[in-house]
């Protein structure tokens, strides 16, 4: 499979417990996104990289969120402290650096926190 | 800013109708691109049709097909002869020139009845 691949497909948690996730980009895709999704509605962003380096993050991504790529490959997404507001749908996209290149999504992680 | 606005929550139909999903966007760019995206009930993204904002044509793509109207910031994706494997929520989604970060809309469920 050479796809995007996300790990671990399912995460349940105690509130104020760390967590993290990782991405697998496309293998020659050099631009990585996570995005959160709640129940009903749409992707939102959260934050991107275009290879090690982190271009944009949201306000959505508060201090308590971080993320990285240290090779430019795989990335990690962290959340400290976890919050029941933080239960979601956590998807991760890669993309080739194109302008506006087309994004393809791995299967999501899905948080629960209880 | 921008903004993606999917007003069909859900929609049913009998199998072998076909069926229409509307998008509407805002954007204040002259240069942005429009996505459609399905989701089965699997979770995972999955990407059907990009365009530019320069390129007006109507795409088909076997029973699927593709209206962009710059003049009503429409974006409305048809199913001919639908079946059921298409039961899934449909995003529409927004990306401007020079910032690749997607803005979604709440998706569309579709449900096609057997």
Partial sequence: ?114 | AQKVTQAQTEISVVEKEDVTLDCVYETRDTTYYLFWYKQPPSGELVFLIRRNSFDEQNEISGRYSWNFQKSTSSFNFTITASQVVDSAVYFCALSNFGNEKLTFGTGTRLTIIP
Wanted: net charge positive; proline share 4%; charged share 25%.
């Fill in chain 1, 1 to 114: 499979d050479t796809g995007v691949s996300q790990d671990p497909r399912h995460k349940i948690t105690k509130r104020g417990q760390n967590v993290t996730f990782r991405c697998d980009p496309i293998s020659e895709h050099n631009r990585l996104y996570w995005y959160r999704q709640t129940l009903g509605q749409g992707p939102e962003f959260l934050t991107y990289f275009q290879n090690e380096a982190q271009l944009e993050k949201s306000r959505l991504l508060s201090d308590r969120f971080s993320a990285e790529r240290p090779k430019g490959s795989f990335s990690t997404l962290e959340i400290q402290r976890t919050e029941q507001g933080d239960s979601a749908m956590y998807l991760c996209a890669s993309s080739l650096r194109r302008l506006a290149d087309t994004q393809y999504f791995g299967p999501g992680t899905r948080l629960t926190v209880l």
